[in-house]
């Protein structure tokens, strides 16, 4: 069954903070994204990775940075984390035909 | 940026009626797919639809696409409270590689038991 793994649920941290999110599939894919979701803004990208090493940004890419090293794992970096970044941090990987989501990092800044 | 923009924002409807959302979107595409997320959870895909296609049949779901309106529907027939949910339509644009998907703000579907 098709997996994809991140490392916290819920996670509080203060402002200035360095913050990690971690994300991990198990089915083989190239292709993993980070998204953001906030209440009326529906989802928006923040960056994406095609393969090892390899990375775009997505709409919203300020404030953040990525780390591909290996191909099942995908982290999301905050470099110094504010309280506009408090939200639902949500990772997925894609098959040609879909895409693959974990279940959500909801990321309190205080 | 968002490409779909789906229609109403929320909808909410008693158990056993049917429950229609709309989607429109702005660009060419390969395909268009929907997604139901529960609360507080991630994203689930549930079904996909070509560009070439105009209908397509999952279970109770019904989903049409009219590429000369750039929107499609999804129906969900005989709901149930268990389909409460926000719904949300995502493109994978013409042209577009890496397998980027441009989301919409999504439909927040309550079934009334």
């Known amino acids: 069954d098709v997996k994809v793994t991140q490392s916290s649920r819920y996670l509080v941290k203060r402002t200035g903070e360095k913050v990690f999110l971690e994300c991990v599939q198990d089915m083989d894919h190239e292709n993993m994204f980070w998204y953001r979701q906030d209440p009326g803004l529906g989802l928006r990208l923040i960056y994406f990775?095609?393969?090892?090493?390899?990375?775009e940004k997505g709409d919203i890419p300020e404030g953040y940075s990525v780390s591909r090293e290996k191909k099942e794992r995908f982290s999301l970096i905050l470099e110094s984390a504010s309280t506009n970044q408090t939200s639902m941090y949500l990772c997925?990987?894609?098959?040609?035909?879909?895409?693959?989501f974990g279940p959500g990092t909801r990321l309190t800044v205080t | 940026s968002q490409q779909g923009e789906e229609d109403p924002q929320a909808l909410s409807i008693q158990e056993g009626e049917n429950a229609t959302m709309n989607c429109s979107y702005k660009?060419?595409?390969?395909?268009l797919q929907w997604y139901r997320q529960n609360s507080g959870r991630g994203l689930v895909h549930l079904i996909l639809?070509?560009?070439?296609?105009r209908e397509k049949h999952s279970g109770r779901l019904r989903v049409t696409l009219d590429t000369s309106k750039k929107s499609s529907s999804l129906l969900i027939t005989a709901s149930r409270a268990a389909d409460t949910a926000s719904y949300f339509c995502?493109?994978?644009?013409?042209?577009?590689?890496?397998?980027?998907?441009?989301f919409g703000r999504g439909t927040q579907l309550t079934v009334w038991p």
């Open positions: 660009t060419s595409i390969n395909n």
């Open positions: 639809i070509r560009s070439n296609e």
């Open positions: 997925a990987s894609s098959s040609p035909r879909e895409q693959y």
């Open positions: 995502a493109t994978l644009n013409r042209g577009s590689t890496l397998g980027r998907l441009y």
């Open positions: 990775s095609y393969d090892v090493k390899m990375k």
